[in-house]
């Protein structure tokens, strides 16, 4: 069955410098997307980053940038010199495709990150 | 405005109230979902909507009802809830066949205190 493993419950990190948050996932189907929202503490999810699992290069959208090593199942997210609004909950989520399209995401159980001055 | 509004943003009610939740997309999305987060727990998806059907009830208890009497809307309808059902519940929608970096797009909850 398809599985999200986030392993850090919180994390801390100082302003300005990097931080990266773990993501393992498990999967039998050769294709696949995984994402990471975000989610401040006014409750919304906010989509930060996507991979495919087709994907040769690993995905950056600014200051987040996505370490995709396929053969560990992994898929870290890295956020480059931290500001304090990088404060809140990050999740981790996969989509399969199963052969045909399908809407269905499986999220992790977070991690709190909690940015310090 | 956003692309997914959820109202009402906070919800106290009695257990023995009947309320509901209002989740609206204008995104042209053709799924919807309701999620419910409690503290320290995983996300979990309660239902989903394809095309105005539902196609997954997560065992979800029947005190929680819900609608969606368009693709655009969806209705969580509580009534005689227990303490425990106090959580944020979030709606998101996405379309039906996703491909590529398509997601979901979520509204910003609605916390709901169940006294």
């Known amino acids: 069955a398809q599985k999200i493993t986030q392993t850090q419950p919180g994390m801390f990190v100082q302003e300005k410098e990097a931080v990266t948050l773990d993501c393992t996932y498990d999967t039998s189907d050769p294709s696949y997307g995984l994402f990471w929202y975000k989610q401040p503490s006014s409750g919304e999810m906010i989509f930060l980053i996507y991979?495919?699992?087709?994907?040769?290069q690993n995905a950056t959208e600014g200051r987040y940038s996505l370490n995709f090593q396929k053969a560990r199942k992994s898929a870290n997210l890295v956020i480059s010199a931290s500001q304090l609004g990088d404060s809140a909950m990050y999740f981790c989520a996969m989509r399969e495709w199963r052969g045909g399209a399908t809407n269905k995401l499986i999220f992790g159980t977070g991690t709190l990150l909690a940015v310090q001055p | 405005e956003t692309g997914v509004t959820q109202t009402p943003r906070h919800l106290v009610m009695g257990m023995t109230n009947k309320k509901s939740l209002k989740c609206e997309q204008h995104?042209?999305?053709?799924?919807m979902y309701w999620y419910k987060q409690s503290a320290k727990k995983p996300l979990e998806l309660m239902f989903v909507y394809n095309f105005k059907e539902q196609t997954e009830n997560n065992s979800v208890p029947s005190r929680f009802s819900p609608e969606c009497p368009n693709s655009s809307h969806l209705f969580l309808h509580l009534h005689t809830l227990q303490p425990e059902d106090s959580a944020l519940y979030l709606c998101?929608?996405?379309?039906?066949?996703?491909?590529?970096?398509?997601?979901?797009?979520f509204g910003s909850g609605t916390r709901l205190t169940v006294v």
């Open positions: 998101a929608s996405s379309q039906v066949e996703l491909t590529g970096e398509d997601g979901y797009t």
């Open positions: 991979q495919g699992s087709y994907d040769q």
């Open positions: 995104l042209g999305h053709n799924a």
